[in-house]
């Protein structure tokens, strides 16, 4: 009997992907480069081109999940690397991750209420009985709790952070609110680096007038950089590798039907 394999089409979590079996072309090569590098990065792809995909496997390596990245390229550098600097490999850091995918911004209070639902979430699981009452000084209070807390620095994790911002596109005063709310939360970012263990950043687009792109000037966009072209999506010799059975199969029964 012919064995099929389990496709990935519309999984965004490599948790999922990897322990349920689903094909997953290795990208974890640049996931443990970036990582280890310690540097704020932000990266521009279309919608549905697998950055959440991508920031999910950053999540689950500084979430110390070694029994997901077994057999991948991730886990060889790892090891590796634990070795040769003998430092303790699958360090867990404390996650800070926002998603802008989905929620409804087509108010200033829908974002606020947004943001500060995620910070709620944060406050509770760190401990945080703070008097800070706006988002960018509560966001800072749970940087500093988070990393206290638990001794390390901060991973920081926001995917489609533009969301907001491309729903308002065409109100201009709307838009404004918008930029000034996130341009105090991302600033945050620039402030509390010593507190910051990695910072990666997805969206569409970039808006150069919010904070992330004109105060957070030490981030380096890889969107256009040739070494990091593969990061996300499928190359043509992923496709015509990895997936070599199925394209197989397509063909066989575009014969059977000819």
């Given at each position: 009997m012919e064995q099929i394999r389990k496709l990935p089409v519309g999984i965004q979590s490599f948790e999922r992907i990897r322990s349920e079996n689903y094909i997953y072309v290795d990208k974890t090569q640049f996931v443990y480069e970036l990582a280890n590098l310690s540097r704020p990065y932000f990266l521009s792809r279309p919608r549905r081109f697998g950055k959440s995909l991508l920031l999910s496997t950053f999540r689950a390596y500084f979430e110390g999940q070694k029994d997901l990245f077994h057999s991948l390229a991730l886990e060889k550098l790892e090891e590796k690397a634990s070795k040769e600097e003998n430092r303790e490999a699958w360090i867990k850091y404390p996650i800070l991750y926002v998603d802008f995918n989905t929620g409804d911004f087509s108010s200033f209070e829908k974002l606020e209420e947004t943001l500060s639902f995620r910070i709620s979430e944060w406050e509770k699981e760190y401990d945080v009985h703070s008097e800070a009452k706006t988002i960018a000084d509560r966001f800072s209070v749970v940087i500093k709790a988070a990393c206290k807390?638990?001794?390390?620095?901060?991973?920081?994790?926001?995917?489609?952070?533009?969301?907001?911002?491309?729903?308002?596109?065409?109100?201009?005063?709307?838009?404004?609110?918008?930029?000034?709310?996130?341009?105090?939360?991302?600033?945050?970012?620039?402030?509390?680096?010593?507190?910051?263990?990695?910072?990666?950043?997805?969206?569409v687009t970039r808006f150069d007038k919010v904070s992330i792109f004109s105060d957070l000037n030490?981030?380096?966009?890889?969107?256009?950089?040739?070494?990091?072209?593969?990061?996300c999506g499928y190359t043509q010799k992923e496709l015509e590798t990895v997936f070599e059975p199925e394209i197989a199969q397509l063909d066989q029964k575009k014969e059977d039907f000819s």
């Open positions: 807390k638990t001794g390390r620095q901060v991973v920081v994790l926001v995917d489609e952070y533009d969301k907001p911002l491309l729903n308002v596109i065409d109100n201009v005063p709307l838009l404004d609110q918008f930029r000034a709310l996130l341009k105090s939360f991302y600033g945050i970012l620039k402030s509390y680096d010593r507190f910051l263990r990695f910072v990666f950043l997805t969206g030490n981030m380096i966009d890889i969107s256009m950089t040739e070494k990091y072209s593969a990061i």
